[in-house]
């Protein structure tokens, strides 16, 4: 057993460290225009896997054995190796004016870029609050089953997988129509529906009700990770990509973590129910203060100006022409403060190309 704890260990320290380098490199292998389909049939793909992957190990087990369920796993891992060999060679950002990566000191250098960057900054303190906040539902499921429907205890697994199915639902249906809703406002929405499904959940009066509710907090999942995704590859460098999606992983697990040692505290003290109605309403509280932030940060944020000799962020990628501006608009427009930051018009011979698919005008005087 302590060897078996040894390798369940290093595999999650291997996946906190794949998930972040997989999240990076996005940008450089997809054009911009295609990141919110990247990464939905990434988190399609993620949670597919994990939803299916409980059941084929159920049907193998009494077939084969366990060792044999255990080394067919090893074998897809040996596979997703080979499949990435097939991957062109990414020089890292570090390397590209010769500088050598240090670990601590580039640690340091991701956080301080997320603590002066007040849009990234908002936004991660966000995403941590809320998985703070709604994490509790993975330990509170299981009580609120048995104490308040007082159902067995497989019944749980159908509220779980009602989960799983809300975020294939919404990978699917986002990766689809998700470019046409700014990344920022996408995220937002995530957290106030996650949240909303488990404070409604809290007051369910049946099984099916319930399901229905984890059901539509799992759309709000995927709406969140496709959201924060997408966003951080688009607003972060290249250069401190990976550094950021390090941080904010990091974060998310340690929120998890946090989130299910006062959800098993809270639901000992108050009951599954009013757990569900805590985390919830606490969940929305945090949502709106991140939109009042967020839109702050937008406010204040002024964009650079147009340079022609300035390289795009990633040159392998044609297309790479979404930037700030939109969600700045975007969130400008829903907060109705269309009227902030309007550009003027250009004068006689100035050149004006337009960007964004809400055609944020930049001039350029000739």
């Known amino acids: 057993m302590p060897v078996l704890l040894m390798l369940v260990a290093a595999r999650a320290v291997a996946g906190q460290v794949l998930q972040p380098a997989a999240r990076s490199v996005i940008p450089v292998l997809v054009p911009d225009r295609h990141l919110e389909s990247a990464n939905s049939a990434i988190g399609f793909g993620a949670n597919g896997m994990e939803a299916i992957g409980p059941f084929v190990a159920a049907a193998l087990l009494d077939v084969i054995g366990l060792r044999a369920v255990l080394l067919i796993d090893v074998a897809t891992f040996l596979v997703s190796?080979?499949?990435l060999i097939g991957l062109p060679a990414l020089r890292p950002p570090a390397l590209q004016d010769g500088r050598r990566p240090r670990i601590v000191a580039d640690v340091v250098t991701g956080?301080?870029?997320?603590?002066?960057?007040?849009?990234?900054?908002?936004?991660?303190?966000?995403?941590?609050?809320?998985?703070?906040?709604?994490?509790?539902?993975?330990v509170a499921l299981l009580f609120l089953v048995r104490d308040s429907f007082h159902a067995n205890a497989s019944t749980t697994g159908y509220l779980y997988g009602a989960v799983g199915v809300g975020l294939l639902a919404g990978y699917l249906i986002l990766g689809r129509r998700g470019t046409r809703t700014p990344m920022s406002v996408l995220f937002l929405l995530g957290c106030a529906v996650s949240s909303l499904g488990n404070l409604l959940?809290?007051?369910?009066?049946?099984?099916?009700?319930?399901f229905t509710l984890q059901l539509l907090r799992g759309v709000g999942l995927s709406a969140m990770d496709i959201g924060?995704?997408?966003?951080?590859?688009?607003?972060?460098?290249?250069?401190?990509?990976?550094?950021?999606?390090?941080?904010?992983?990091?974060?998310?697990?340690?929120?998890?973590?946090?989130?299910?040692?006062?959800g098993a505290a809270l639901v000992e003290t108050t009951g599954p129910r009013v757990t569900f109605i805590v985390a919830g309403s606490i969940g929305l509280l945090c949502t709106i203060i991140i939109i009042i932030i967020t839109t702050a940060a937008v406010i204040r944020w002024h964009p650079p100006k147009p340079s022609v000799a300035a390289p795009t962020r990633h040159p392998d990628c044609e297309g790479n022409r979404s930037s700030t501006v939109e969600m700045a608009v975007s969130l400008r427009s829903l907060h109705q403060l269309r009227?902030?930051?309007?550009?003027?018009?250009?004068?006689?011979?100035?050149?004006?190309?337009?960007?964004?698919?809400?055609?944020?005008?930049?001039?350029?005087v000739s």
Do not use: K
């Open 81 to 83: 190796a080979a499949l």
């Open 111 to 138: 956080l301080r870029f997320m603590a002066t960057a007040p849009l990234i900054r908002a936004v991660t303190l966000g995403f941590v609050a809320v998985v703070v906040c709604n994490g509790v539902d993975d």
């Open 201 to 210: 959940t809290g007051l369910a009066w049946t099984l099916a009700a319930a």
């Open 228 to 262: 924060v995704n997408t966003l951080v590859q688009r607003q972060v460098p290249a250069a401190m990509t990976g550094r950021v999606f390090g941080t904010l992983y990091g974060a998310v697990g340690a929120a998890a973590a946090i989130s299910y040692l006062t």
């Open 339 to 364: 009227g902030v930051g309007a550009s003027p018009r250009p004068r006689r011979g100035a050149v004006s190309r337009r960007v964004g698919s809400r055609g944020v005008a930049r001039q350029a």
